[in-house]
């Protein structure tokens, strides 16, 4: 009877749902995964509220030590007008005044070839004369009075250099040309009439060079400007037959105005 019983009852507790051993209970956790489990889910990125109004923000790229684009000027051909003051030290120049100088007017163009390089030709007028009284050796109460005088024209080919510029309105620069120098000398002892038999005229030539340094100042926005000139000629000796030679050369300036086309 006894084992008969007990096996009886090991069935009615095996049927009970209520009845579970602790060991059932760890097998059926393990075994039933729990109701409604949510999966974790995995780290996300943490993202930083501060780099999100960075983002929204256009970059900024600052840009140092630019340059800014130089305007070239494009005013490539240039007239002038000017007033030259020659310096003479020959002797024979007294023949025809009693100064050192000659005052002339001049003219010139210039045509651009690079930035700073100009083709340069130019003109210069110079007139000067005296009234000599001349005696007679033989009757020393009787005298002559002659007037002389000297027409000079130069003409001069060479180029202009820059050779700086600030603020684009004072340009430095220097120049050197070549002259031909033509000189008129005219003796005559009654210069109201034109067909004075005792009239004399002769015309000489001579060749040479001249080396300048100048400054022009520039109206901003215009086409004038001004100039200023500072140099030296060597011009060789010219002839007038039997009225002897003059050697032109020394120091010579000359102020202008120009107009930039």
């Given at each position: 009877?006894?084992?008969?019983?007990?096996?009886?009852?090991g069935?009615?507790?095996?049927?009970?749902?209520?009845?579970?051993?602790?060991?059932?209970?760890?097998?059926?956790?393990?075994?039933a995964?729990p109701?409604h489990?949510?999966?974790?889910?995995?780290?996300?990125?943490?993202?930083?509220?501060?780099?999100?109004?960075?983002a929204?923000e256009?970059?900024?790229?600052?840009?140092?030590?630019?340059?800014?684009p130089?305007?070239?000027?494009e005013?490539?051909?240039?007239?002038?007008?000017d007033?030259?003051?020659q310096?003479?030290?020959?002797?024979?120049y007294a023949?025809?005044?009693?100064e050192?100088?000659?005052?002339?007017?001049?003219?010139?163009?210039?045509?651009?070839?690079?930035d700073r390089?100009?083709?340069?030709a130019?003109?210069?007028?110079?007139?000067?004369?005296?009234?000599?009284?001349?005696?007679?050796?033989d009757v020393?109460?009787?005298?002559?009075?002659?007037?002389?005088?000297?027409?000079?024209?130069?003409f001069?080919?060479g180029?202009?250099?820059?050779?700086g510029?600030?603020?684009?309105?004072?340009?430095?620069?220097?120049?050197?040309?070549?002259?031909?120098?033509?000189?008129?000398?005219?003796?005559?002892d009654d210069?109201?009439?034109?067909?004075n038999?005792?009239?004399?005229?002769k015309?000489?030539?001579?060749?040479?060079?001249v080396?300048?340094?100048g400054?022009?100042i520039?109206?901003?926005?215009?086409?004038?400007?001004?100039?200023?000139?500072?140099g030296?000629h060597?011009?060789?000796?010219?002839?007038?037959?039997?009225?002897g030679?003059?050697?032109?050369?020394?120091?010579i300036?000359?102020?202008?105005?120009?107009?930039?086309?």
């Open positions: 009877m006894m084992p008969l019983f007990w096996t009886l009852a069935l009615a507790m095996a049927q009970d749902p209520e009845t579970v051993t602790p060991e059932g209970d760890a097998a059926i956790e393990e075994a995964p109701e489990a949510v999966p974790e889910a995995e780290d996300a990125p943490v993202v930083d509220a501060e780099s999100d109004d960075d929204d256009p970059e900024v790229i600052e840009i140092s030590d630019v340059e800014e130089v305007e070239t000027d005013r490539w051909l240039t007239f002038g007008v007033v030259a003051h310096f003479t030290g020959q002797r024979n023949l025809f005044s009693g050192r100088y000659m005052l002339g007017l001049g003219a010139r163009a210039q045509v651009a070839v690079h390089v100009q083709l340069l130019t003109w210069q007028h110079s007139q000067r004369g005296a009234s000599i009284r001349v005696f007679n050796s020393e109460d009787i005298e002559h009075e002659v007037h002389s005088a000297l027409t000079v024209d130069q001069g080919l180029a202009r250099a820059d050779v510029a600030y603020d684009q309105v004072l340009f430095p620069y220097a120049l050197g040309q070549v002259m031909l120098w033509r000189g008129m000398v005219r003796l005559d210069p109201d009439t034109a067909t038999a005792n009239q004399l005229r015309s000489g030539f001579a060749a040479g060079i080396m300048m340094a400054v022009e520039r109206v901003p926005e215009q086409g004038f400007a001004f100039y200023g000139e500072l030296h060597w011009i060789d000796r010219a002839s007038f037959g039997d009225l030679t003059i050697r032109p050369r020394g120091f300036h000359r102020l202008g105005i120009a107009y930039r086309l």
